[in-house]
């Protein structure tokens, strides 16, 4: 594999599992330095006992929470002396419709999925202005179209989508990149609960040209090309990684 990311220094959120932690592993096989955040210690330790010595950092950040999230980029720049790459990937989602949606869960999806993008984006970006950097924020088709009975999630996700077009105008001009990825639905802890629904996915099948959820390692991919030069000249963009999903108008299938 070509090292795309030698030398760079990246931090990336919600990195104990998932498309996070699949992230961290592509960054590492492509040369990054990485220093890698999570909420839950065992998970974010775990993963950089699995990386290559000396390649990956564990600090335990809750990216809904700005005091840590300052802390975080704080302590990747101490350590290392710059910052190159932000992933804002940390994420959670709770479903209902709104009239079953406490406020509190309604405060716990924006503000680690919405917020948390805000925190790293602003504790960074003065680090990524000096390196001319970028940021790579992970997103969801459902910032894209609505799904049934997850309105926090979907207010969450369309917010990155514009938060993300918009900062790449604000700082364009200062060489720092920013773009998001929109994934369909991906095997991962969040969506555990549903892998076992063998109907569900058939449906999910369905809808998806390529009649497949994805795999975290795929998402991974269009991170670390986002994130590498190879993407220089790309910014303000949301791309789906989704199958196809968001190619269709939502009309079923004619003969």
Not at 178 to 201: F, G, I, K, W
Not at 212 to 234: H, K, N, T, Y
């Amino acid at each position: 594999m070509a090292n795309h990311l030698e030398g760079k220094i990246a931090i990336i959120t919600g990195a104990g599992s998932g498309i996070g932690e699949a992230t961290a592993r592509r960054f590492v096989e492509e040369g990054a330095i990485v220093v890698l955040s999570d909420s839950v210690a065992d998970k974010i330790e775990a993963t950089v006992a699995s990386l290559p010595e000396g390649t990956a950092t564990a600090v335990v950040a809750d990216s809904s929470v700005w005091e840590q999230v300052e802390d975080l980029v704080a302590t990747a720049v101490a350590r290392h002396g710059r910052l190159d790459v932000l992933v804002n990937n940390a994420g959670t989602q709770i479903s209902g419709p709104v009239e079953d949606l406490s406020l509190d869960d309604w405060r716990t999806v924006l503000s680690t999925d919405l917020d948390g993008v805000f925190h790293g984006t602003k504790a960074a970006m003065p680090h990524l202005v000096e390196s001319r950097g970028c940021i790579v924020n992970t997103s969801s088709v459902s910032g894209i179209g609505a799904d049934w009975n997850m309105s926090a999630y979907n207010a969450a996700k369309g917010a990155v989508n514009n938060f993300t077009r918009a900062v790449a105008l604000d700082h364009g001009a200062d060489g720092v990149r920013v773009n998001a990825v929109a994934p369909s639905l991906t095997r991962t802890e969040m969506t555990a609960s549903m892998q076992d629904d063998d109907e569900l996915l058939a449906s999910f099948a369905e809808r998806i040209p390529m009649r497949r959820q994805a795999e975290p390692e795929e998402i991974a991919s269009v991170i670390a090309f986002l994130a590498g030069d190879d993407a220089r000249f790309v910014t303000g963009v949301v791309l789906p990684v989704d199958g196809g999903l968001s190619a269709s108008n939502g009309q079923p299938k004619q003969a």
